[in-house]
T-cell receptor, first 109, second 115 residues
């Protein structure tokens, strides 16, 4: 039972354009959401988070949007840079953290 | 500088052998976690510990064991009962108070291969 889903396993975007990574969840009890970035053979690093009482959180080029009625979370990266190429995991939390399956982003120079 | 270290980076296991993966943190975090990552899959929680001398099973604990004798250390043993141990293992820690407890800091990982 995958409670956190990232339906796109991969995404390619041109440098300078916007990258939009999507995440859907099923458990309405989740109250905190996070995005992690992972390079090959390394551990994930925390990127940005959002509480369920908000619908948007911005940090530089990264913005996370939360639509609770749709149980949908998205990460916008603008402008995209080649160094953003990595696997992005969304995660949702209620008592414990549940990770999605990841989306591999490739930013093409 | 503070962080989480995992050793070794690569580990080979023979059939029927137990192996132990090391995880050490100097972030003074209370909680520590072990995850497993398989190709095309997300991170799956094996075990976690909120305080010293206490730990709980995660979603896929069968075939694994842990101990938490010190705050800084959370070793994971992959036992011979784990039939498919080949994976990338990630250790993480998080503060239990102060910052949102859900923000976890990850180590660099250990790749376990079965010979």
């Amino acid at each position: 039972d995958q409670q956190v889903k990232q339906n796109s396993p991969s995404l390619s975007v041109q440098e300078g354009r916007i990258s939009i990574l999507n995440c859907d969840y099923t458990n309405s009890m989740f109250d905190y959401f996070l995005w992690y970035k992972k390079y090959p053979a390394e551990g994930p690093t925390f990127l940005i988070s959002i509480s369920s009482i908000k619908d948007k959180n911005e940090d530089g080029r990264f913005t996370v949007f939360l639509n609770k009625s749709a149980k949908h979370l998205s990460l916008h990266i603008v402008p995209s840079q080649p160094g953003d190429s990595a696997v992005y995991f969304c995660a949702a939390s209620y008592q414990k953290v549940t990770f999605g399956t990841g989306t591999k982003l490739q930013v093409i120079p | 500088d503070g962080g989480i270290t995992q050793s070794p980076k690569y580990l080979f296991r023979k059939e029927g052998q137990n192996v132990t993966l090391s995880c050490e943190q100097n972030l003074n975090h209370d909680a520590m976690y072990w995850y497993r990552q398989d190709p095309g899959q997300g991170l799956r929680l094996i075990y976690y510990s909120q305080i010293v001398n206490d730990f709980q099973k995660g979603d896929i604990a069968e075939g694994y064991s842990v101990s938490r004798e010190k705050k800084e250390s959370f070793p994971l043993t992959v036992t011979s009962a784990q039939k498919n141990p080949t994976a990338f293992y990630l250790c993480a820690s998080s503060p239990w108070e102060g910052e949102p407890q859900e923000t976890q800091y990850f180590g660099p990982g250990t790749r376990l291969l079965v010979l």
